[in-house]
C-alpha cells in the first residue's frame, strides 16, 4: 500500500509547540553568529565529514541499495532535498546528523542490524526531521554555550552551579527538538506502531526473532510510569533526575507521547492534506511539483538554479532560500538556517528563489 505523499510540507505543520517556543527563543538572540558558524564549521561539520569519507561507507545505490530506497522514499513524503548518508560500524544502537550547509545522517552498524526495514526508515525521518525542522545550527549554538559560557559565568557565579545550569538548558533544547522530529518520523512511517516498535527496541530489543515484542504492553508501562511519577513524589523526583540530563526523552514516555499525537486531529488533518505548506515549483526533469526551498529535487534527485523572485529571501552566507511569508522580517534579525546576520550589510537581503 502506497503511503500519502506531503507536497510543500511546511515545517510549522508538525513542530511540537515546546520546540516552537524554543526555538522561537533561540532565533532572537544576540548572538555572535557568523563567528559560531565559522567555528562549528571547522570544529564540527568538516572533522565529522573527513572522518565519515575515510571511515565509513556512504549510502548509494549501490552499497545498502535498500537503505537509500528507504531514505529517498522518506524524503519525497516530507517534501525535501535528500542529504549525504553514512553507515559507521559502531555495536551502538544510534544515529546523529550533522552539518548546516551539507547536512548528512550517520547510522551506526548496530542500529541497522537490529530495527526492521520500516524501523529503520522510521530513524532516518527522524533525522530529516531534524534537518527539516533547522534543529542543527541551534542544537550546536546550545553545545557552543553549554561548553564554553559556563567558564566565563564561572568567573562571576560558582563555576559549578553556572555549568550545571548551562547543561539543564542545553538538554531540555534538544529533548524540545526530539518530539518534533519524532513527529516527522510518524509522517512518513504512517503507522505508530513501528515509532513504538522502534523505541521498545531501543529501550531492550534484542535481535533473536524468537523474544516477542508487544507495543500494546509497552504503551500499558507507559501508563504505569505515569501513575508512578504522579502518585509519589519521590519516584517523580527520581525521574525528573534521570531525565534533566539526557539528549532525549526515554523511550518509554517518548512512546506515549508519539502514539497520543497519532490519535490527534491534528496529525490526521496532515494526512487528509490539510496543512501548512510552503509554495511549490515544478521540477523541470521530472515535472513533479516540489518544495519551493529544495536545492534538489526529492524525486529525481535534479538540481535546481537561482532566479530572481519577490517572494523569497536568500542568505548569502548559508545559500538557502527562505520563504518571507514564513517570517516577520521586522524580527528575523539571524538567518534561521545558519544563525547568520540578515540586518548587517554584509549580508543584505536578495530575492532569489531555487527553481
Known sequence: MSKTHFPGLSTKAFSHQLDVSSFEALSHTPLISHFINNMIKFLAEVPVFVEMYSNAVRVTPKNYGKIHDLMMEACQILDMSPPDLFVKHDFNSNAFTTGIENPAIILFSGLVDTLNEAELQSVIAHELGHIKARHIFYHQIVRVVATYGSGFAGKFFPAHLAQQGFLALFMSHLRKCELTADRASLLVAQDPHVIISTCMKLAGGCTNPEHELSTNEFLVQGKSLEGLIYDNNYAGLLYWLKTIGRTHPLPVPRASIIHAYSESQ??????????????????????????????????????????????????????????????????????????????????????????
Not at 509554495?279 to 534527485?301: E, F, R, Y
Not at 535546481?304 to 548559508?318: A, E, H, N, P, T
Open 266 to 355: 491534528e496529525y490526521h488533518n496532515i494526512l487528509e492534506g490539510n496543512y501548512k505548506q510552503y509554495d511549490l515549483k515544478v521540477c523541470m526533469n521530472c515535472k513533479k511539483a516540489t518544495s519551493i526551498l529544495n536545492k534538489v529535487c526529492p524525486h529525481c534527485m535534479a538540481q535546481f538554479g537561482k532566479q530572481m523572485l519577490s517572494d523569497l529571501i536568500y542568505c548569502r552566507v548559508c545559500d538557502n532560500a527562505i520563504q518571507k511569508s514564513e517570517y516577520d522580517l521586522g524580527e528575523m534579525r539571524f538567518c534561521p538556517d545558519c544563525g547568520s546576520d540578515m540586518m548587517g550589510k554584509e549580508n543584505i537581503f536578495n530575492k532569489y528563489e531555487w527553481i
